[in-house]
């Protein structure tokens, strides 16, 4: 294989200029009110600052420091960024972001777990990292359209065993790319080192006909506490919507967000403005890097309808030994995803009493203060700290 860098034609980018200056904006009132959605002057601010004062190619340069390359793996085209290790024995680690993340958000890890003794660390620490775009995302495309999380491990694991030629490596994940890590420790678990992930659900997660209502359609119970009962309508507002409508109603979405610039900014921005931690701020250039990915590859569509694939095509066990997880696995929580009623002093020993703990092979469980749902953007150290952690017994 040989490198091919990123570069997004003139034109495409050209095209962009012009959809963002013809931005037909709502009327009436409201918009400016966060109570309806984003903010209407953050987003008119970012959306001018988009078409005329963003430099994508000054993006695309920092991208392009590292190598990529495009493969076909079963006939879906795949990208990945590699950045070899260094050290004494550096390990193959493959890293799977979710939605709406490019692989761009593993940008303040990729040098650290590769080159730790560059960064205060131990060599013997270092990986050989690859990061892929997930099928569907950014410059994986265009996919089939029964694309999902489950089907993307079968496509990492002929990625990195017969492609790469790795026969072992190591995983890792956020959001749905903890899906994918999980199912790879699940079905895979003989091939792999282990795995760390930034959650810790159920891969049966999206089963059932009312997979995008966490609840299960149950309202809130009554005589809750003041805190409890508020943290429980914070958490619905931050994640029912995107859930809803991009496991009931892709494909309408996505018509209007492929069209439209400013209206697939809007929909991303919610989510990112919303996830992070409070004390966590991206740029307004890093914000657009990744809404650039999403933009010139005309990927939204086909991004969103992975949630309705991870339901559509359900997750079935390969096998049905317990924990159905049996790769060693390490596990990073975040405060700003605490659950209702949960301190981050007591994240771990909740994790502990759920039912979900019992479907992992648990050697790493870790909570921290701060962060939020783009943990390695957020907390690159803290992340990066952890994962090592999870293998360094395990090489």
Known sequence: ??????????????????RLALTRWPAGEGYDDPYYGVDLTLLRELVEYWGTGYDWRQAESAINAYDHYRVEVDGV????????????????????HGWPWTFWHWAKVIDPLADPGAYGGDPADAFDVIVPSFPGFGFSTPVPR??????????????????????????????????????????YAGELYGIHIGSGLKLDLFTGDRAWDFSGGRPIPEGLAPEVHARVVELDRRFAVHLA???????????????????????????????????TVFSQDELLTFATIYWVTNTIGSSIRTYANNNRYPW?????????????????????????????????????????????????????????????????QEWTEDLRRTFRDRR
Not at 1 to 15: G, Y
Not at 256 to 278: C, I, N
Not at 322 to 327: C, K, L, N, S, V
Request: hydrophobic share 40%.
């Open 1 to 18: 294989m040989k490198p091919e860098p990123i570069h997004v034609p003139d034109e495409v980018l050209a095209d962009l200029r012009q």
């Open 316 to 380: 079935t066990p390969s096998h049905d030994r317990i924990p159905q997880i049996e790769a060693p696995t390490g596990i990073t929580f975040v405060a700003h995803e605490n659950p209702p009623g949960v301190t981050t002093a007591d994240r771990v020993e909740h994790f502990l009493s759920t039912d979900r703990a019992g479907w992992y092979n648990h050697v790493n469980l870790t909570a921290h203060a701060n962060g939020g749902h783009f943990i390695p953007w957020e907390i690159p």
């Open 245 to 279: 409508a991009h496991v009931l109603d892709s494909s309408t979405l996505a018509y209007g967000l492929a069209d439209s610039p400013a209206g697939m900014l809007a929909w991303v921005l919610r989510r990112w403005l919303s996830w992070k931690a409070e004390e």
């Open 77 to 96: 085209p795949i990208h990945f960024l590699r950045r070899p290790g260094v050290g004494p024995a550096p390990i193959p680690l493959i890293l799977t």
């Open 146 to 187: 029964e694309m999902n999380y489950w089907k993307v491990a079968d496509l990492w694991h002929t990625l990195m065993t017969e492609t790469l030629g790795h026969p072992r490596y190591a995983a890792a994940g956020c959001d749905v790319g903890a899906l994918v890590t999980g199912q790879l420790g699940h079905k």
